[in-house]
């Protein structure tokens, strides 16, 4: 292991000698020139610019796929990423002068990747989040007033959502479902929409360290884990608007300044079906599927979907949690995952590299690859850890390394 990153592991609490023996960092380093744990990559490095525009479960660490793109691909290389999630893949392709393309069945997370991706008028996006919340501001006053304007009462806002009713305070739905209201007056509504929806996640009725799984509104005081005290229920979305307002704004500023004229093309379905106009094209593939039996994808993000009223595609989803991880789900996945790699390989060019980042406890890589004509080429190992979301789980996963023969 690097010696930076020894030393952060032992700061951090960090059992060196369990990654030592279960993966093969001078491997990694003498491969890749890293040894693939990031332990010392600080949070904010890990979640820089546009990378934490919206928190989204399951991702991977943005530093992971500069390692493999610079290693194996150059500028104005194709890749793709046909399970493109919430756009990581995508991002650090541009950055590396690197051209992509997406594939992603949520409507909602190909929400997060146009917002993340596109190029903007950086003036005139923060003339508008701030004018925007500048009329929540007065909203927001009015309402925690007792509703009273000079010209009467202001008008309460309804929804017929019953999740929304049951996982917010009052104050916060109304807060919510005004700032809603005034999307459609403004350019750039994609952003206003990504700023509501990382508001409402964390304007929930939930416990300050359980935001990523929460079982149940929380609506009574509680003994907060993450602060080491008793807590109320949050019962306002307006501090959240305001915070992610400014730093969405820094972030996309960020991104600007380092983005290239790298081309970034999105595509909203089901890889396994999808027909791309790239044919034989793309150069390679840097993905990571859903794992078996872990996340629900669209239900991580229902209240975006109460929000917005994105179509739900639940049924399509690969691998999801609610249909666990035994047998007949273990043989569905390989299915799925198989179709969509079969699917992919039309598109891409013969001798094609093809990287696929799995948590594979169930072995099932190596027989995916073999029944897409994928040579494998190398594994390599890494302990996932640093995690934003608040998991006790510590698992490590492998990098599978292919080529299109």
Known sequence: MLETNKKAAAKFGIDVELIEKKVDTQKNIRILGNDLTFIGVREKDRTKHVHRLHPYLGKFIPQLVEVFLRKYFKKGDIILDPFSGSGTTLVEANVLGMNSIGIELSPFNI????????????????????????????????????GQTLFGKI???????????EWFFDRA?????????????????????????????????????????????????????KHKRYCEPINEALKFISRYSYDTIKRLEEFDRIRTDAFIRIYQGDART????????????????????????????????????????????????RKGQNGNAKKEYMEGIIEVFKNMSNYLKDGALI?????????????????????????????????????????????????KV
């Not at 008028?121 to 004018?131: C, L, R, T």
């Not at 094209?281 to 078996?292: H, L, Q």
């Open 155 to 165: 008008e309460k806002f309804e929804t017929d959502s019953e999740y929304l009713k």
């Open 111 to 146: 929400l997060i990747q146009k917002v993340k991706t596109k190029k903007y008028d950086i003036p005139e996006v923060e003339m508008e989040i701030k004018d925007a919340l500048k009329r929540l501001k007065i909203f927001s006053k009015q309402l925690t007033a007792g």
């Open 355 to 403: 990287f696929i980042v799995a948590n594979d406890k169930f072995n099932l890589y190596p027989e995916i690859g073999k029944q897409c004509s994928f040579e494998l080429i190398d594994v390599f190992n890494r302990p996932v850890l640093m995690r934003t979301e608040r998991d006790s789980n510590k698992y490590f996963e492998s990098i599978f390394y292919f080529k």
């Open 274 to 321: 999808i027909e791309l106009p790239e044919n034989g094209e793309i150069d390679g593939i840097f993905t990571s599927p859903p794992y078996v039996g872990i996340i629900d994808y669209h239900e991580q993000h229902r209240y975006a979907y109460e929000l917005f009223d994105f179509p739900r595609l639940d049924d399509l989803e690969i691998g999801p949690a």
């Open 173 to 225: 739905l109304q807060e919510i479902l005004f700032y809603q209201s005034i999307i459609n007056d403004y350019k750039n509504q994609d952003v206003l929409k990504i700023i509501l929806s990382r508001s409402a996640r964390s304007a929930r009725l939930i416990p300050h360290y359980d935001l990523a799984r929460p079982k149940k509104p929380v609506r009574e005081t509680y003994w907060c884990i």
